[in-house]
């Protein structure tokens, strides 16, 4: 008969889930309370509250949508995008594929401005689109490309779409708690993440915000959301407050302990403190890295600190090392996706997984495996970077 | 600062969620592994055999969502209904109102069958609407109305769906676990649950199941589906097993262990333990009721025994009454929903609250309370009751 399941402890340095800190894991098994008891309405309204303070947004609607990050994603489509409608859609990875898909599937029409993977977008290019498509309603980027360690330069897109009257919607899945990211400053308007990057909590929450302007444009739908689920005129209902709540669905109640744990140590730390965190264990990572003779796949004003694409060395087996590091080392890296399958390693560096004993945990497991598959590395030289980069940065 | 959230234990005999067993929120907080890790993928296969115990299926497409019931109703109605189809849909309390709004929202037309709250869904009614829309393509019920504390007869339904040839899509979120559900031997097409009501699972996630008959119909659609988060041709890549496995979403990793160990402790009291269990339970408690002289609101044939709604006495206030037991005795019974709010309430006795404790904690605190309202009520003559009703069924 099947037994209960005892995961091994792993170091997760993937592109998420990403190490989940023992406080929130704690918080995950404290005893279900009902999803209607006041005490959880309280709870719903501080998370909130905290969310607001990780977007960086005083947006009222400003929530955790009760399923995964790709969930989160087409809530902002299909409340934002009608039948007909054109939306200017950047892809320079596996997310704006995905943001293609849902544009299509609300009737909409895609204008595709493409960048190659591991590179920004373009906000030229971006422009060129808006120009050239007057009626686009609506300009959706990935923020932080899981998919190739990749920064765009969410200001400026913002900005170019504000010129032109276009609402944007903005992929924030890796981004939120890692990197600098301003909702109301740069005036983003359906904006998503996910729970298991840099917040470091347990995966299957999306959290989500939406600007005034966005919530007009829901109001003033002539089409229903064709999603029950996802209606943001639903769900608003229901995170409205006590008083005035209305039954929508029952919310993952153990998942929202966890979440408000998880944004409590980002409140107790500090968003700038993390971000600054994230950026410092980055670049002991990358000395580390560069010591060990491997080349980073981003260029450098475009890393994402949390997400680092390395290039996997010629005549280096792929999957045989990630199953050795796993094996060997009960530690996680990611694989390439699309494109970049098979080319590169992601590993992540995400809220607690943002640790020196992470940095130095990956950059000897690397060592030894790669190594073992016949790579000249001299020993202990990408500790000794990483150490000094450290250093250098003050303590 | 906001401060780390420390819930009440709670006794849940509402509509869901129910009291959580400490073994699934000790499997809860097992350290998150990777959702490509291949220990979660051998976890996932597990969670596919132990969810077609649970339906009663060899149906391979058996999997949960990674979001709550009402995500898992959405994910049957996208998946199987089109733009100009038509679908009938029995009403008999506030979720066939919900699977109106799915089906409208799917482009399609829905031929609504309406029975009584508190009743069951009129098989006669249903054989009248499917000979009357010979285009149906779709039948839709629910089996155990949780707003309501009705069970319909689930089999002669999908065998009316059979002989017009229509497949049937059911409701199982308050069933599954609790009372007779044989998706196989009863024919049904796209069955949609809950963790959170029998299963005694934390909330958040929906075990479905899809016969052959409804992937046919999936893999043969001309309209992309128009969620993609839903879209089961997808989420089938995802759940395929590890060697074809296709990246779709980031599972609710935690969630999983714990639906897995809900899974593994209904596995090992077997079904029918399960069931007779419930059963057992709910006669005490009704016992114990009908001596206090309250009233149930379904009639004797179709109670569930998992929900059991009880009519409010005149003069006693429905808020007031549930606000002392949550405060005085840390007790969560449910309200009544849409037409029965303030007429009705829903005591729950599902799954690991299907306990002789909860039965005597429920009888006790109701009497003190109702006392206190001042209704005339015998001391402990529901206690009595309810005791004798165990004996009478022995051990």
């Not at 929130?24 to 309280?42: K, N």
């Not at 200001?155 to 981004?175: G, N």
């Not at 990211?181 to 470091?200: F, I, M, N, P």
Request: proline fraction near 5%; include cysteine.
């Amino acid at each position: 008969m099947t037994q209960s399941f005892y995961p091994p402890q792993r170091t997760l340095m993937g592109p998420g889930p990403s190490d989940v800190a023992p406080r929130v894991l704690a918080a995950l098994a404290r005893p279900t309370i009902g999803h209607l008891d006041p005490l959880f309405v309280e709870l719903m309204d501080e998370i909130k509250g905290l969310l607001q303070y990780a977007f960086q947004t005083e947006n009222e609607l400003t929530i955790p949508v009760s399923a995964p990050g790709s969930a989160g994603m087409e809530a902002c489509f299909v409340n934002l995008v009608a039948p007909g409608d054109t939306v200017i859609v950047c892809q320079n990875g596996v997310f704006g594929a995905r943001m293609r898909e849902n544009v299509e599937r609300c009737g909409a029409t895609a204008v595709m401005v493409e960048d190659a993977w591991g590179t920004p977008v373009d906000p030229q290019k971006v422009e060129d689109a808006l120009k050239a498509h007057p009626e686009a309603s609506t300009l959706a980027f990935v923020h932080a490309e899981t998919s190739t360690g990749a920064r765009s330069d969410g200001k400026t897109l913002c900005e170019l779409a504000q010129q032109h009257e276009a609402l944007v919607i903005m992929d924030t899945v890796t981004s939120l708690g890692g990197i600098e990211l301003k909702v109301d400053d740069w005036g983003a308007d359906a904006v998503y993440s996910g729970s298991q990057k840099c917040l470091s909590c347990v995966p299957g929450i999306s959290p989500v915000t939406f600007s005034p302007r966005a919530v007009a444009r829901i109001q003033n739908r002539e089409h229903k959301v064709q999603s029950w689920f996802l209606d943001m005129q639903l769900v608003m209902g229901y995170w409205s407050g006590e008083s005035k709540r209305a039954y929508h669905h029952t919310a993952p109640v153990n998942a929202l302990y966890a979440l408000h744990e998880s944004l409590v140590m980002l409140r107790e730390e500090g968003l700038e403190a993390a971000i600054a965190r994230h950026k410092r264990n980055h670049l002991a990572l990358v000395a580390g890295l560069h010591a060990m003779g491997l080349q980073m796949a981003v260029a450098e004003p475009w890393r994402l600190p949390q997400l680092n694409a390395v290039c996997i060395p010629d005549g280096i087996d792929d999957g045989d090392v990630r199953a050795r590091l796993l094996r060997d080392f009960d530690l996680e890296i990611g694989a390439g996706l699309g494109a970049l399958a098979g080319k590169t390693w992601r590993i992540g560096l995400m809220g607690h997984a943002s640790r020196e004993r992470n940095v130095l945990t990956c950059l000897n497991a690397l060592e030894a495996v790669l190594k073992g598959a016949g790579a000249s590395i001299d020993s202990g030289a990408a500790i000794d970077a990483a150490n000094a980069c450290w250093r250098e940065q003050g303590a």
